[in-house]
């Protein structure tokens, strides 16, 4: 006699396949992903407040002119970044390293060079690249006080050579020779360098967020000690 069959678990899988809702093709985002990113850009935010704040002490203490220039202007570039963090998507946070580094770093670093205002820095390095280029040496061999003294390495009268060679050509040399900009294109030069070992996504935004902070953009604007 032979074996009956039982259907009916077949059908039953079937039955409950067709009443049940359709999974759908793609599922949303899981809502933990969407606070991760929330929170990250919340400190990015912050972050960029804070620096703000420290900015705009600047144009309030500081008996330097310069120091002053930056502080406003860079003040509001980091309220710019800070909003920009804020925005909905996921770039907000580095496109907000992007605004910063250009309120606090470019902009001010063009104005002050443009209108030949810096610390005294510059002018020691220019000095030091016109002595490197006329007697070999960065240095003088009986100053006649602290105005005359160059309290650097030999390497440094290097990025007042541009001054030096080009004061026969522009008047004071143009903005180009001055010391600032061939110092930040020695301290680019090196992060692009530093990339190029571990060229992650996560370093270029760390670096743009280096070159933005308040204490290597205001270097970079008013005195180019960066390259140190």
């Known amino acids: 006699m032979e074996d009956v069959i039982d259907h009916r678990p077949a059908r039953a899988a079937l039955l409950a396949r067709a009443l049940l809702p359709a999974r759908p093709a793609s599922a949303p985002p899981p809502v933990r992903g969407r606070r991760v990113r929330g929170r990250r850009a919340w400190g990015w935010g912050a972050g960029w407040l804070g620096c703000a704040g420290w900015a705009g002490l600047f144009p309030l203490l500081s008996p330097l002119g310069p120091h002053r220039t930056w502080g406003a202007l860079a003040a509001v570039g980091y309220l710019l970044a800070a909003a920009v963090a804020l925005l909905p998507g996921a770039g907000g946070p580095g496109r907000s390293g992007w605004v910063a580094l250009g309120g606090a770093g470019l902009l001010p670093l063009g104005l ?15 000095r030091a690249g016109g002595l490197l280029l006329a007697h070999g040496s960065p240095y003088l061999d009986a100053p006649a006080g602290p105005g005359e003294v160059t309290p650097y390495l030999p390497g440094m009268a290097l990025f007042g050579l541009p001054h030096a060679l080009l004061r026969t050509l522009l008047p004071a040399g143009g903005p180009v020779a001055d010391p600032r900009l061939w110092c930040a294109a020695a301290f680019l030069a090196a992060l692009w360098a530093a990339r190029r070992v571990r060229p992650a996504p996560a370093a270029r935004v760390g670096m743009v967020a280096l070159l933005a902070s308040p204490p290597v ?12």
């Open 217 to 228: 953009a205001l270097a970079l604007a008013v005195s180019g000690w960066t390259c140190r």
């Open 112 to 126: 002050l060079v443009a209108t030949g205002s810096g610390q005294s820095e510059v002018g020691v390095l220019a």
